[in-house]
């Protein structure tokens, strides 16, 4: 069983910045695809981002432009930059990591950002 550890998230005024992590317990190697996703109170978990294999990302609309999604595969670590936050980004963060046989969640991180 893969394990998949979260970090980064916090309080942010509206306008900056946080960054968030996600270290697997095996080699990025193993793996297929990658993303982030949030879910806020009342609503339904939402894609974010993703990046392929080929480092090809994929960032939604709504956050296009203020977030970049990136690896390390040194570090066994999938990263999500979130630059010019607004309250609207106000959610619990999830990393995803998927292989040919199964699909991996992180813990889940609190971003809250403030006006």
């Known amino acids: 069983q893969v394990q998949l550890m979260e970090s980064g998230g916090g309080l942010v005024q509206a306008g900056g910045s946080l960054r968030l992590s996600c270290t697997a317990s095996r080699s990025m190697f193993t793996f297929a695809y990658w993303g982030w996703y949030r879910q806020a109170p009342g609503k339904q978990r939402e894609l974010v981002a993703t990046?392929?294999?080929?480092?090809?990302?994929n960032i939604v609309d709504s956050v296009k432009g203020r977030f970049t999604i990136s690896r390390d595969n040194a570090k066994k670590t999938l990263y999500l930059q979130m630059n010019n936050l607004k309250p609207e980004d106000t959610s619990v963060y999830y990393c995803?990591?998927?292989?040919?046989?199964?699909?991996?969640w992180g813990q889940g991180t609190q971003v809250t950002v403030s006006s």
């Open positions: 990046i392929t294999r080929g480092g090809t990302p």
């Open positions: 995803n990591f998927r292989d040919y046989g199964g699909n991996y």
